[in-house]
């Protein structure tokens, strides 16, 4: 593994994190609580990461990150990844995921199809709970069967989900909605 950096940016939803390499991006954190919280998620995953200034393409990848939080129709698609700690076929789904836009939805039956194995959609969802670059990887997008949310692995689980979609403009509001 190449050595491991990290930051922590300001969102309207939150502190989120980011931690890259050499090759790209290796994780993003979406908001914990604290920033020792979002520390110890990176450390945890990697053991000497540290805490760095971005270099300029992870520090616009930031800006916009930020903008896709705050309503912007802003595309990450093409934010470099470091594919290197994922399967194959994970990395097949996240491509697939990074190909729909903000304000958009796919389910993972429909990835599966794209895939060309259309009883694929359990494992599909298996690689989204998996998937360590949350927002580059829209893994939000993704939805179970009928339109249902499904789960989402990160802090405020379905809740973040919703709140990110609602963002995006890819669910209406419900009159308990608080952002």
């Given at each position: 593994m190449t050595e491991v950096s990290f930051t922590l940016?300001?969102?309207p939803i939150g502190r989120c994190s980011i931690a890259w390499g050499a090759n790209g991006v290796v994780g993003v954190g979406l908001p914990e609580?604290?920033?020792?919280?979002?520390?110890?998620?990176?450390?945890?995953?990697?053991?000497?990461?540290?805490?760095?200034?971005?270099?300029q393409p992870l520090a616009d990848a930031i800006t916009r990150i930020a903008a896709l939080l705050g309503g912007e129709k802003s595309d990450l698609s093409d934010v470099e990844v470091d594919w290197s700690e994922v399967t194959?076929?994970?990395?097949?789904?996240?491509?697939?995921?990074?190909?729909v836009p903000p304000g958009k939805t796919i389910t993972?039956?429909?990835i599966a199809k794209q895939l060309g194995d259309p009883l694929a959609a359990r494992a599909v969802g298996q690689a989204m709970g998996n998937n360590p670059y949350p927002l580059v990887v829209p893994c939000h997008r993704v939805l179970a069967a009928g339109g249902k949310l499904g789960g989402f692995s990160a802090t405020g689980g379905v809740e973040t989900k919703r709140?990110?979609?609602?963002?995006?403009?890819?669910l209406e509001p419900n009159l308990f909605d608080e952002f």
């Open positions: 940016f300001d969102t609580p604290t920033d020792l919280r979002a520390e110890v998620r990176m450390r945890r995953r990697w053991p000497d990461v540290r805490r760095d200034k971005p270099p194959e076929f994970d990395r097949s789904v996240y491509e697939v995921a990074r190909t993972y039956g429909e709140r990110i979609l609602v963002i995006e403009g890819a």
